[in-house]
């Protein structure tokens, strides 16, 4: 059994080293098609998980005046609750929020430093249509900071979905023109394997080789071409992963770009690519070969 | 008469309407038979050869093998029949970067013989056709009657019932010709069947026995030639 699969892995690495440079050509395109398409997924991934992060789209956030008692505290809770399309709202203390921000930003000197943050509401909405109609109605309740005591995130959450769009707009359309291109690379490499080795098959078929015995190595040529640009694209996402951390980390210590999983990063761009080879000297294979 | 081992009945092969390689062929083979098929280009002779070998099909009537339908052989079967036979092409089909016994190997890998069997068998084949001392050389240090020989050899990695040899002569010189004749004629003394098609007048004269000749895909004689 071993010394099979020595025999058809060998038929494939002769192969490879025929066609080098046409290997090399369908492997740095299979690279690139499966870092745009797969990168792009995972950007996607990373993106939807930034969201998550943040106040949901149903939610306001609203700031009080400095100075307001508990009484008055409770009163403003009233009258937002009482409002149509209010679902809930729960008070967020100022000292809460003042402990949250330094353990969330360690390196911010807030020692001497008097809280400067306020009292302030989560308010759910029942409703994400009813948002600017509640908005205007909680900021005409007296204890509310006037300006921008009332804030929501569906500016940030369109740009967000917008990024989304963009990202999975350049995936579909550049990874799947990159996709097509390095399926026609691997197609034309392992059908100019079939040319290059003629003689071979012709003598294969003559002394009663199977099918699989000629066409296996082609699959494994074609896999191996998938594989090794998926180890580069694995490779190109940790790298740009990388430098768009540092990039963000450097412009603002705000945004940070959430870890990456490089193991299933690997994993998952690995079946890709092996599935996509295989599917690309499949086609190639497929039919007679003389 | 001896059973037939190779039977066609009523063959027909037609290329396109106009163009037909056997018409209403029939024609049998015994078990250890040496056959010449003689005749011109496109008489059918190598059509015949490749009819048994399953690289063609025909369009009318049945080739069989012991009784097998070859024509109704499933295309998975086709491999497990080669192996029963041996080819010897007329090109010879060495492959040029590999030594001689590089080319015995690689055909024996390919039918899924073991490195051991493979390293075991080789010298043996080689051996068997006179050609072992040339086991490292390249196709293009022998002469075309050493490469034949090698060919011959490829040929008997299964150790075939059957030999089926396309012009094995036809890029040789009379000396070299008879050689492997003479090689084809002492594995048929061994029991092997062997057809051998070929337009070499002089070769089948030399060497005699049965000798089918054709013409535009029909049998215009088959008789056996006794040599003086």
């Known amino acids: 059994m071993w010394d099979r699969i020595e025999f058809l892995f060998s038929e494939a690495f002769t192969a490879l080293r025929r066609n080098i440079l046409m290997s090399l050509a369908a492997i740095t395109t299979s690279c690139v098609a499966l870092f745009l398409t797969g990168g792009v997924g ?78 302030a509401f989560n308010v759910r909405l029942t409703d994400v249509d009813d948002i600017e109609v509640v908005a205007g109605q909680i900021k005409k309740i007296p204890t509310v900071s006037p300006g921008d005591g009332v804030q929501f995130l569906r500016r940030e959450r369109e740009m967000l979905s917008q990024a989304i769009s963009v990202l999975r707009l350049v995936g579909v359309a550049l990874g799947g023109m990159m996709l097509i291109t390095g399926a026609i690379l691997i197609y034309n490499t392992i059908r100019m394997t079939i040319v290059a080795r003629r003689r071979e098959f012709r003598i294969m078929r003559l002394v009663g080789a199977t099918r699989a015995t000629i066409v296996v190595p082609l699959l494994i040529e074609g896999m191996m071409h998938g594989m090794a640009g998926a180890i580069l694209a694995s490779l190109m996402v940790k790298g740009a992963h ?45 039919g007679k070969m003389e | 008469m001896a059973a037939s081992h190779i039977e ?114 080789v010298e043996q084949i080689l051996e068997a056709v006179n050609i072992g001392h040339r086991a490292d050389a390249f196709p293009g240090e022998l002469s075309g009657g050493e490469q034949q020989r090698v060919a011959v050899a490829r040929a008997l990695i299964n150790d075939p019932e059957i030999i089926l040899a396309d012009e094995p002569t036809g890029n040789l010189d009379p000396h070299h010709s008879a050689e492997i004749i003479r090689l084809l004629v002492e594995l048929n003394q061994k029991g092997a069947t062997v057809l051998v098609a070929t337009h070499d007048v002089t070769v089948v004269e030399q060497f005699g026995g049965r000798v089918v000749t054709l013409q535009g895909g029909k049998i215009i004689s088959d008789e056996v030639r006794n040599v003086g």
């Not at chain 1, 599917?279 to 497929?286: E, P």
């Not at chain 2, 011109?40 to 012991?66: H, M």
């Not at chain 2, 007329?90 to 493979?118: C, H, N, S």
């Open chain 2, 8 to 121: 066609f009945s009523h063959v027909e092969v037609a290329y396109t309407k106009h163009v037909t390689a056997l018409k209403d062929f029939n024609f049998s083979v015994a078990k250890g038979e040496f056959v010449f098929l003689v005749g011109s280009t496109g008489s059918g002779k190598s059509t015949i050869l490749k009819l048994i070998s399953r690289e063609e099909q025909a369009t009318a009537g049945t080739v069989s093998l012991d009784g097998l339908d070859l024509g109704a052989l499933h295309e998975r079967d086709v491999p497990t029949h080669r192996r029963r036979l041996g080819i010897v092409p007329q090109d010879f089909g060495l492959l040029p970067r590999k030594r001689m016994w590089e080319q015995i190997g690689y055909a024996m890998r390919a039918v899924g013989k073991t490195k051991r069997e493979v390293r075991k068998g």
């Open chain 1, 42 to 119: 995972f950007a996607i991934k990373g993106v939807n998980e930034y969201a998550a992060t943040l106040p949901s789209r149903f939610e306001v956030r609203v700031f009080l005046k400095d100075r307001v008692d508990k009484d008055q505290i409770r009163a403003t809770a009233e009258q937002i609750r009482e409002i149509p399309g209010v679902a809930s709202a729960v008070l967020l203390p100022r000292e809460a929020a003042w402990q949250r921000f330094k353990q969330e930003n360690p390196d911010y000197p807030t020692t001497g430093l008097e809280n400067p943050l306020p009292d």
């Open chain 1, 242 to 286: 990388q430098f768009l951390a540092n990039q963000l980390e450097s412009f603002s210590g705000v945004v940070r770009v959430g870890p990456l999983d490089f193991n299933q990063v690997f994993g998952v761009m690995l079946t890709l690519g092996l599935a996509y080879g295989l599917a690309c000297s499949l086609f190639a294979v497929r």
